[in-house]
């Protein structure tokens, strides 16, 4: 069974889809807060915590803009328009993550759970690239798992399959020549 926070994670990952996509559409009904709670209903007894879904989703809704914009240095080659919708926001959720919850959430969680993400609903190598990218942004914003370690004095929130190692920006499965 997935931890509390992956779920809620999932469902703010599913209700950002949703928001992006009605947003793009002209929906001028499209709100962040009752897509949120029509996804998370099946879900409120195992989540526990439902603040965490919204305020991780309004979160990225109100940064997005900025998101976007750090986020089109770290993939120069892949304009954030281009890159599939599930990964535009898993990486949002990662960055976003990164940013502006270090206090609750050690960067590797947040890159290992966006990873996480990736695989279970993006392409064949959106982990990879969502790794690649979320791993540039973690040594841009000079993070460091020393520094992690020392501001959560043990009270880490545990991954999904432990820690993940930053690495290259390959391209995504979906993005590469030919396809």
Do not use: C
């Amino acid at each position: 069974m997935a931890s509390n926070r992956h779920l809620g994670r999932i469902i703010s990952l599913q209700s950002l889809y949703e928001y992006e996509f009605r947003s793009k559409a002209g929906d001028a009904t499209a709100d962040i807060d009752h897509i949120v709670a029509k996804n998370i209903t099946p879900y409120e007894k195992a989540l526990g915590d439902t603040e965490f879904v919204y305020a991780l989703s309004r979160g990225v809704v109100e940064k997005m803009e900025s998101l976007d914009e750090d986020l089109t240095p770290l993939a120069p080659e892949w304009p954030i328009s281009s890159i599939a919708a599930i990964d535009r926001n898993v990486l949002r959720i990662g960055l976003y993550e990164l940013k502006y919850t270090g206090d609750s959430v050690p960067p590797k969680v947040a890159i290992n759970e966006a990873v996480e993400l990736a695989k279970a609903f993006g392409s064949e190598n959106s982990s990879k690239f969502i790794n690649g990218v979320l791993g540039t942004a973690f040594k841009q914003l000079g993070l460091s798992a020393d520094d992690s370690a020392k501001n959560h004095h043990g009270k880490q929130e545990k991954s999904q399959d432990g820690d993940t190692t930053p690495g290259e920006t390959p391209a995504p499965a979906d993005q590469k020549e030919g396809k």
